[in-house]
């Protein structure tokens, strides 16, 4: 089945340690999105990708990068995570540009930060 | 600024009674909305959507939405719930046009009880 897969389900750092998440998609869409959801809140978008085109969203702290190497995959980075930064972290694709796209989400990731 | 509400955070139901899950946004521009459903631990799943024409909406699991645009609401139905129901709930819009950014309410944990 195409899906959207995160790698760790759950994922434990250290205060100030850089930590990756990554995503990959067999859905082939040209989107790629990461929103990070904290405990009993929205998901808040981060940024996405649209083929290579890279968009930030405003308000995402510095701390936060990404890298999207090809079509499948997109990485999420926290360069030095603080305990604020521990969330519930969602990738999710769809397929061209538009508000009326689908979104389809993987499972996330469980950041932990101690 | 689009703004998506959802007035209440919990919603307790008996099992195989009905269930409207309350959702308000508000837009100066046409927009797209949707309903996502969150099991525990999991990412988002897509109920619905409405993108045009017939404001009543049906979905997966037996849910549907009707649009209201003068009453700027969108709010969640489902006549007979069961204990698998239970979830979070997401309403969610983004505006028409190239835009792919997705705003969440704060989302409804409908609880159900047997």
């Known amino acids: 089945d195409a899906m959207v897969i995160q790698n760790p389900r759950y994922q434990v750092t250290q205060f100030g340690k850089p930590v990756t998440l990554s995503c990959s998609q067999t859905l082939n869409h040209n989107v790629m999105y990461w929103y990070q959801q904290k405990s009993s809140q929205a998901p808040k978008l981060l940024f996405h990708?649209?083929?290579?085109?890279?968009?930030n969203e405003a308000d995402t702290p510095d701390n936060f990068q990404s890298r999207r190497p090809n079509t499948s995959f997109c990485f999420l980075d926290i360069r030095s995570p603080g305990l604020g930064d521990a969330a519930m972290y969602l990738c999710?694709?769809?397929?061209?540009?538009?508000?009326?796209?689908?979104?389809?989400f993987g499972p996330g990731t469980r950041l932990t930060v101690t | 600024a689009q703004s998506v509400t959802q007035l209440d955070s919990q919603v307790p139901v008996f099992e195989e009674a009905p269930v409207e899950l309350r959702c308000n946004y508000s837009?100066?521009?046409?927009?797209?909305l949707f309903w996502y459903v969150q099991y525990p631990n999991q990412g988002l799943q897509l109920l619905l959507k409405?993108?045009?024409?017939?404001?009543l909406v049906k979905g997966i699991n037996g849910f549907e939405a009707e649009f209201n645009k003068s009453q700027t609401s969108f709010h969640l139905r489902k006549p007979s719930v069961h204990i698998s129901d239970t979830a979070e709930y997401f309403c969610a819009v983004s505006e028409s046009g190239a835009t792919n950014k997705l705003i969440f309410g704060t989302g409804t944990l409908l609880a159900v009880q047997p």
């Open positions: 837009s100066s521009v046409s927009v797209y």
């Open positions: 990708y649209y083929d290579k085109d890279f968009n």
């Open positions: 409405y993108l045009s024409g017939s404001t």
């Open positions: 999710a694709t769809s397929s061209g540009a538009g508000g009326s796209r689908e979104q389809y």
